[in-house]
Nanobody, 129 residues
Framework: EVQLVESGGGSVQSGGSLRLSCAAS????????MGWFRQAPGKEREGVAS???????AYADSVKGRFTTSLDNAKNTLYLQMNSLNPEDSAMYYC???????????????????????WGQGTQVTVSS
């Protein structure tokens, strides 16, 4: 079973940057799709970014140009570099994964939490104005 452990959350002022990491283990397939989601209190879980083991990426419109996701296949670690943060980015951020599939199509179709099988415990990001 795939296990995911996020780290790197914290508090930052508006305009600042944070980098989240997600260490994955337990993969049995060379193909994988990983994603970042966030959920603020009282709101639905929102897809932020996805990337697959071939390097295909997709981003939510709200983070395009500010957030970048990358995947170190050798380390099985997913990253989310977040720049120009604003208070609306405050949320619990979750790492998610699905193995045995690629997800380049998400660039065109978007993605939801239903597209991912495995989840991390989450890391809190708080942006103050």
């Amino acid at each position: 079973e795939v296990q995911l452990v996020e780290s790197g959350g914290g508090s930052v002022q508006s305009g600042g940057s944070l980098r989240l990491s997600c260490a994955a283990s337990g993969y049995t397939s060379n193909d994988s799709c990983m994603g970042w989601f966030r959920q603020a209190p009282g709101k639905e879980r929102e897809g932020v970014a996805s990337i697959d083991s071939d390097g295909s990426r997709a981003y939510a419109d709200s983070v395009k140009g500010r957030f970048t996701t990358s995947l170190d296949n050798a380390k099985n670690t997913l990253y989310l570099q977040m720049n120009s943060l604003n208070p609306e980015d405050s949320a619990m951020y979750y790492c998610a994964a699905d193995e045995g599939v690629l997800c380049g199509a998400y660039y065109y179709t978007g993605f939801t939490s239903a597209d991912f099988e495995y989840w991390g415990q989450g890391t809190q990001v708080t942006v103050s104005s």
